[in-house]
């Protein structure tokens, strides 16, 4: 039971450098979701999809981009990284009825020199 | 936009006794669901409990229940019988059709021996 899966746990890149941070899961949920959190900020929405090939933009979603080419799998990449995208970000998934809330990730911690 | 207000910062509770924690949220919306997400110093997002707003009935975990009331848009959590492994960050959070999930920024909890 893997449930949501987040790649890497760590990541510190360099200004400019791009990067994708990997989300999958295995619950075949239809709505998967990024979102970062900053200290003292609660967790902001960056993109989300409600299935394979439909993906929106969320509340923060500049500098990044995401595709959903299959069920399991929600990449998010980093184009041009600068470090005000330093934070931790989460994947989240649901299924459409929301019976058992959202699952996360264990997030990731990325770094922005 | 909607939005969620967590308006105590940090709080603190003795061992075995009971604590409560605020939430209020503004939405023009008539079915939505929220939530009660704990954060360990893990960093993992742990779903605490979860009530539909179209129930009347406020939701229970074992120690954990929630007060509802829809037409404040309040939603408290209530944690009794403290236990040292309930210190972590307490979010709360709204989600309606699109699925997008609204945070507030966050209660730390401290439990005292």
């Known amino acids: 039971n893997a449930g949501v899966t987040q790649t890497p746990k760590f990541q510190v890149l360099k200004t400019g450098q791009s990067m994708t941070l990997q989300c999958a899961q295995d619950m075949n949920h239809e709505y998967m979701s990024w979102y970062r959190q900053d200290p003292g900020m609660g967790l902001r929405l960056i993109h989300y999809?409600?299935?394979?090939?439909?993906?929106d933009q969320g509340e923060v979603p500049n500098g990044y981009n995401v595709s959903r080419s299959t069920t399991e799998d929600f990449p998010l990449r980093l184009l041009s990284a600068a470090p005000s995208q330093t934070s931790v970000y989460f994947c989240?998934?649901?299924?459409?009825?929301?019976?058992?809330?959202?699952?996360f990730g264990s997030g990731t911690r990325l770094t922005v020199v | 936009a909607q939005t969620v207000t967590q308006s105590q910062p940090e709080m603190s509770v003795q061992e075995a006794e009971t604590v409560t924690l605020s939430c209020t949220y503004d939405?023009?919306?008539?079915?939505?669901?929220l939530f009660w997400y704990k954060q360990p110093p893990s960093r993992q997002m742990i779903l605490v409990i979860r009530?539909?707003?179209?129930?009347?009935q406020n939701a229970t975990e074992n120690r954990f229940s929630v007060n509802f009331q829809k037409a404040a848009k309040s939603f408290s959590l209530k944690i009794s019988d403290s236990q040292l492994g309930d210190a972590a960050m307490y979010f709360c959070?709204?989600?309606?059709?699109?699925?997008?999930?609204?945070f507030g920024k966050g209660t730390k909890l401290s439990v005292i021996p």
């Open positions: 009530q539909e707003a179209y129930k009347q």
């Open positions: 989240a998934s649901s299924s459409l009825d929301r019976a058992y809330g959202y699952t």
């Open positions: 999809s409600v299935g394979a090939g439909i993906t």
């Open positions: 939405t023009s919306e008539s079915d939505y669901y």
């Open positions: 959070a709204y989600g309606a059709g699109s699925y997008q999930l609204t």
